[in-house]
């Protein structure tokens, strides 16, 4: 069984950050694009942010372009994503994700691992 362990998220107020954490097996973490989705209340489960194996693609949607940055720790096989200029859009369960074929532009049909969530709620 393959774990993608998610940690960071929590409350925030409006205008603040927080940052998610991912820690992925190494045979994962070394051949996988990894990146994050997010799910909020009544909705699907969109792509928020991508990062290539090598790093040196990213890619990300439009929506938090500017304010997020997707990371990796190739020492650590982990993976981040800082989050800036939070606002209540942002709220929802932040999910790590691993592709093994596909790009930085990840899709979740494409998705082989899935982390269990880690819920962000910024308030105002």
């Known amino acids: 069984q393959v774990q993608l362990v998610e940690s960071g998220g929590g409350s925030v107020q409006t205008g603040g950050s927080l940052r998610l954490s991912c820690a992925a097996p190494a045979f994962v973490f070394r051949r996988y694009v990894m990146g994050w989705f997010r799910q909020a209340p009544g909705k699907e489960r969109d792509f928020v942010a991508g990062?290539?194996?090598?790093?040196?693609?990213?890619d990300y949607a439009e929506s938090v372009k500017g304010r997020f940055t997707i990371s990796r720790d190739n020492a650590k096989n982990t993976v981040y994503l800082q989050m800036n200029s939070l606002i209540s859009e942002d709220t929802a369960v932040y999910y790590c994700a691993a592709d093994r074929w596909g790009g930085a532009t990840m899709t979740s049909g494409g998705i082989d691992y899935w982390g269990n969530g880690t819920l962000v709620t910024v308030s105002s």
């Open positions: 990062i290539a194996f090598s790093g040196g693609g990213t």
